[in-house]
C-alpha cells in the first residue's frame, strides 16, 4: 500500500514531536529549578544563612554559648535554660537546616520562638553547630550531632538538665540527621550518646535517598549524597530502620510533593517493626514548618501532644 503521506512531512512530524518532548523535559527542569530556588529564598529570608543578629530570649533565660564537642570550630552547640536553675528539666535539642552546607545553630529566628515557648515552661533548649559540605558528608555530619548529643547529655546537670530527658529535633537536613540517628541509634551510640525520649523531624522529605537520587530531584542532593548507590542507602533513615526505635513524629509539609509521602513511607516500615512514627502533615510552607513553631496555636499544640506521650515530666511541664 502506498505511503499516502509523503517523506518530508513524515520527517517533518517526529522533529516537532521530538521538540515537544525536549520542550516538555526543558520545562520540568526549569520548574524544579524555579521550586528550588523559592525554597532556598524562603529559608534564607525566615531563617537566614548566618547569625546575622542576637538572638533574642524572653527574661529569666541563661545562654551559655559555644560549648565544645570536638576540636573542629563547627563542632559547637548554644544552651538556653531557665535562669533559675532547677534540676531534672526535659531538654530540647535542635539541629538547624540549610542543605548540608550552611546554616548556623543561632541562625536568624531558628531558636526564637521554641526558645520562648519551652524555656519559660521549664524546658532547656540546646542548638548546635555540625560539620557540613563540602568537607563532611551528611552521614558523617550525623556522626557530629550524635556526639554534640552525647556532649549534651554529659553536661546537662550543669544547666539542670536531665541527661535521660532528650527530645532531639531538627529541621530539613537537620530533620534527616535526627531521623537517620533514630532509626539507626547504634550510629549514636558509637558517639556515646544514651538513649532519649524521642524525635521530632520538621520537613525532611530526605527519609528515602536512594529512591530520590534514582529520580529526577533538585541539586542540592547532588554534592550531599555523591552517585553511589551504596552511600545513598547508608544515608537514609528508610534503608537503615531495622528495628524499633524510639518514638518519632514527622512533621510534613502538604504543599511539597514529596515531603509527607516519604515520611508515611518511612512511618508504613516502622509500623511492623514495632516502632511508632506519626505523621503530621501542616499546611505550611518548607521554612514555615520550622519557624512557626513554638508559636501560639493548633501546630505547636499538635507537636506538643506528641511530647506529652514522650514522658510524665515532659506532659507536667506542657500543662502548666
Same mark, same amino acid.
Given at each position: ?16 514531536? +521530538? ?34 543578629? +542576637? ?10 554559648? @559555644? ?43 531558628? =531558636? ?14 540546646? !542548638? ?17 550531632? +550524635? ?45 556515646? !550518646? ?33 552517585? @553511589? ?49 506519626? =505523621? ?39 500543662? !502548666?
Amino acid at each position: 500500500m502506498k505511503n499516502r503521506y509523503p517523506r518530508r512531512m513524515v520527517q517533518a512530524a517526529l522533529l516537532a514531536l +521530538a521538540a515537544c518532548t525536549c520542550m516538555e523535559a526543558g520545562a520540568g527542569l526549569l520548574r524544579d529549578r524555579i521550586a528550588e530556588r523559592r525554597a532556598q529564598q524562603q529559608d534564607d529570608e525566615l531563617e537566614g544563612t548566618r547569625p546575622d543578629k +542576637a538572638t533574642k530570649v524572653p527574661a529569666g533565660t541563661r545562654v551559655v554559648r @559555644d560549648v565544645a564537642y570536638g576540636a573542629d570550630p563547627a563542632q559547637r552547640f548554644d544552651v538556653y535554660a531557665p535562669a533559675q536553675g532547677g534540676k531534672g528539666a526535659p531538654v530540647i535539642f535542635l539541629v538547624h537546616g540549610g542543605g548540608w552546607k550552611h546554616g548556623d545553630k543561632a541562625m536568624g529566628r531558628i =531558636v526564637e520562638n521554641k526558645v520562648a515557648r519551652w524555656v519559660p515552661r521549664g524546658f532547656v533548649v540546646v !542548638s548546635t553547630n555540625y560539620r557540613m559540605l563540602p568537607g563532611t558528608l551528611p552521614v558523617d555530619q550525623a556522626r557530629d550531632v +550524635a556526639k554534640a548529643l552525647a556532649t549534651a547529655q554529659a553536661k546537662a546537670a550543669e544547666w539542670g538538665g536531665d541527661r535521660s530527658r532528650f527530645i532531639l529535633m531538627g529541621h530539613s537536613a537537620g530533620a534527616h540527621i535526627v531521623s537517620l540517628i533514630t532509626a539507626s541509634p547504634t550510629l549514636a551510640a558509637e558517639q556515646g !550518646s544514651a538513649p532519649w525520649l524521642g524525635t521530632v523531624a520538621l520537613d525532611s522529605a530526605a527519609f528515602d535517598v536512594a529512591q530520590i537520587m534514582e529520580g529526577r530531584h533538585m541539586r542540592l542532593y547532588d554534592p550531599a549524597f555523591g552517585t @553511589d548507590p551504596a552511600y545513598w542507602r547508608a544515608a537514609s533513615p528508610y534503608h537503615v530502620l531495622a528495628k524499633a526505635g524510639v518514638p518519632m513524629l514527622a512533621v510534613c509539609s502538604s504543599r511539597r510533593d514529596d515531603s509527607c509521602a516519604q515520611a508515611r513511607r518511612f512511618a508504613g516500615k516502622a509500623q511492623p517493626l514495632g516502632m511508632r512514627v506519626q =505523621v503530621l502533615e501542616e499546611n505550611y510552607s518548607h521554612g514555615e514548618i520550622n519557624f512557626k513553631l513554638g508559636e501560639p496555636g493548633a501546630y505547636t499544640e499538635a507537636v506538643e501532644a506528641f511530647m506529652r506521650q514522650l514522658d510524665p515530666a515532659v506532659a507536667s511541664l506542657l500543662r !502548666s
